[in-house]
């Protein structure tokens, strides 16, 4: 199957498959051609590329542009988000990108995320100490999965705790919003607005050692350079990004993989005492339930070709990262999980310039989740039929709402990933 803008452009694909059983689905459109077109999570047609080969060399084409100017009339009508929210490094080319990037990248080297890993653990003991006193059944993406991340988010970002809101709400309005419910997305794009507002005005205030007080002094700055400068914008952009992307991934991650060691037992015991491979089964899950099946929306500068395929200027392209993470000519056997084999090159956390910047934290901190998990409840098991578990319907996120889970004793062994 192969469709080209010039011979089928008002016909996308049913899409249906890609949400009732994804990997099988893009299987399938991997066989039968590397483009293929599709509606897009904004309803309108898109791109889909779903071979290993010409989603990395996309992922790299500058002739693909993240900035929504160069997006076809009418060709794309993503959700509005205001100026402050929307001046972020996912709508950026260079040169901005590159500038803004510069700035947060330091707060994710592998020396500052390193310095984190025992506070991640604490975060992560206290929430199972609240697990274990209240008893199973849990939901363990609402008791557990869900907050450490927002909890270690908030803490990099200096927010402190009187202030902390209901951010899996606002994320899950602008991830998975309710057809039915149209204004809950205005509604969440407008507390999130005013929240960042607010505490940008305290933090100027009472500035403190934070990853945002750090960002409010390069954009107060006077003396900085041209390139280390933030526009007030960009200031508040980045605080709603690294908090969405720090928790909406992460999340995902970490109940993804929770269930794939449920679902196999002998993966579960052999982790259980080999610890010291929780990073590569950490990297194995990235690639092989990934918690984001496509790329940000990318627009064609110009006319250009991916995998033969004509694609106009202007024309929205989607980077099947869950379809090349499953392309058995890169990865052999690619439906197996097998975190022994060679996982140099998938794609779960992006490539080029625009390889997600929290990478180093989101392994760490579903390394350190997971350990303290299974350290914690040996006889973790699913609290129900694997069939009554809920997954997100979209195609934007890859994992579960909930995951109902039991345990029978506790097992006083800590270990740390």
């Known amino acids: ?46 791109w889909l590329v779903t071979r290993y080969d010409d989603v990395r060399s996309a992922f790299a084409d500058a002739r693909l542009s993240l900035d929504k100017k160069h997006a076809a009339p009418g060709g794309y009508r993503g959700f509005a988000l ?31 995320v390193d310095a984190l890993r025992e506070p991640v653990r604490r975060v992560a003991e206290g929430l199972l100490d609240a697990m274990e006193e209240r008893g199973g059944p849990a939901d363990l993406i609402a008791d557990y999965a869900g907050p450490l991340p927002v909890i270690v988010i908030c803490d990099l970002l200096g927010i402190p705790q009187r202030d902390r809101r209901d951010f899996r709400a606002w994320t899950d309005a602008l991830v998975t919003p309710d057809p039915a419910k149209p204004q809950a997305m205005r509604d969440a794009v407008g507390a999130m607005l005013e929240f960042y507002t607010s505490l940008i005005k305290t933090k100027r205030a009472e500035p403190d050692d934070d990853l945002l007080s750090d960002l409010i002094a390069v954009r107060d700055d006077a003396t900085g350079t041209d390139g280390d400068r933030l526009s007030e914008d960009e200031l508040t952009s980045l605080g709603f990004l690294i908090l969405f992307g720090g928790y909406e991934n992460v999340v995902h991650l970490i109940g993804n993989a929770t269930l794939g060691l449920l679902e196999h037992p002998d993966r579960l015991a052999r982790l259980r005492h080999h610890p010291a491979e929780l990073p590569a089964v950490v990297e194995e899950f990235l690639r092989h339930s990934g918690p984001a099946p496509l790329a940000i929306r990318r627009f064609a500068k110009e006319d250009l070709e991916i995998g033969g395929v004509r694609i ?79 997954r997100r319907r979209t195609l934007r996120a890859h994992g579960l709402i909930s995951l109902p889970v039991a345990w029978e004793t506790r097992n006083e062994q800590v270990f740390e990933a």
């Open 1 to 46: 199957m192969q469709n080209t803008a010039e011979t089928d452009p008002d016909a996308p694909i049913d899409v249906t498959p890609l949400l009732d059983d994804p990997h099988t689905a893009y299987a399938a459109l991997r066989e039968s051609g590397p483009v293929h077109r599709i509606t897009g999570p904004d309803g309108q047609p898109a």
């Open 82 to 112: 205001p100026p402050a929210l929307d001046a972020n490094m996912m709508n950026m080319d260079p040169p901005d990108h590159t500038r803004i990037r510069r700035l947060v990248v330091k707060a994710f080297t592998p020396r500052r």
């Open 312 to 390: 106009a200027a202007g024309d929205s392209v989607l980077l099947g990262i869950a379809s090349a993470n499953r392309d058995p000519a890169r990865f052999p056997d690619p439906d197996a999980f097998d975190h022994g084999r060679d996982l140099s090159g998938h794609l779960a956390l992006g490539h080029g310039i625009h390889y997600c910047v929290g990478a180093p934290l989101a392994r760490m901190e579903t390394a350190t989740a997971l350990g303290a998990l299974i350290a914690r409840f040996p006889g973790l098991r699913l609290a129900v039929p694997q069939g009554e578990l809920r």
